[in-house]
């Protein structure tokens, strides 16, 4: 008797990949050196699935904050007493769209990948090299869906950039 199975999401770049969420024609991803997923996936026999959501970047303005200056900085120190990022951003209100809390309407469409399948292996036989074959393969996938989406969602020139979580 074949099982339903069971379904789980990891959000890859979390707070570290918010700290860059703004509207932009570059999507700064935190994934370089996130490969904690491809490990459970090995060791669960489980396939990862890419997906991509184009309009989630441009619900909220960020306050600038770019790598090295003085706000990131201040960023990262409350990150890491917390546990999660605090960006500085700026929404809409309740009656009007100037200032607020609330997201700008902003339509967010989301896209699944085919999904890369990846065999059990028990722990002691996932080597590093295993985890980079996979882990490849996944950021290239995810670049594919974003390229082959990004031109309906007006923004044919835009780029994805993987970084690692101390760029």
């Known amino acids: 008797e074949k099982s339903a199975g069971n379904s789980i999401i990891l959000v890859l770049g979390g707070a570290k990949e918010s700290l860059d969420a703004r509207p932009s024609n570059e999507y700064i991803l935190t994934l370089k050196?996130?490969?904690?997923?491809?490990?459970i996936g090995l060791?669960?026999?489980?396939?990862?699935?890419?997906?991509?959501s184009f309009g989630e970047?441009?619900?909220?303005?960020?306050?600038?904050?770019?790598?090295?200056?003085?706000?990131?900085?201040?960023?990262?120190k409350i990150q890491k007493r917390l546990g999660y990022a605090t960006p500085f951003f700026?929404?809409?209100?309740?009656?009007?769209?100037?200032?607020?809390?609330?997201?700008?309407?902003?339509?967010?469409d989301t896209y699944v990948?085919?999904?890369?399948?990846?065999?059990?292996?028990?722990?002691?036989?996932?080597?590093?090299?295993?985890v980079d074959k996979y882990h490849g393969e996944y950021m290239e996938?995810?670049?594919?869906?974003?390229?082959?989406?990004?031109?309906?969602?007006?923004?044919?020139d835009a780029t994805i950039r993987y970084v690692n979580d101390n760029e």
């Open 33 to 39: 050196n996130r490969k904690g997923f491809v490990k």
């Open 141 to 156: 996938a995810l670049k594919r869906l974003f390229d082959t989406y990004k031109g309906k969602h007006g923004n044919a």
């Open 57 to 76: 970047n441009d619900l909220f303005d960020q306050v600038p904050n770019p790598q090295g200056s003085k706000i990131r900085k201040i960023q990262i």
């Open 90 to 108: 700026r929404g809409r209100g309740i009656f009007q769209y100037a200032v607020g809390f609330l997201p700008n309407r902003h339509a967010i």
């Open 113 to 130: 990948g085919e999904p890369i399948h990846l065999p059990r292996l028990a722990r002691d036989k996932i080597t590093p090299e295993i």
């Open 43 to 52: 060791a669960n026999g489980a396939s990862l699935v890419p997906v991509f």
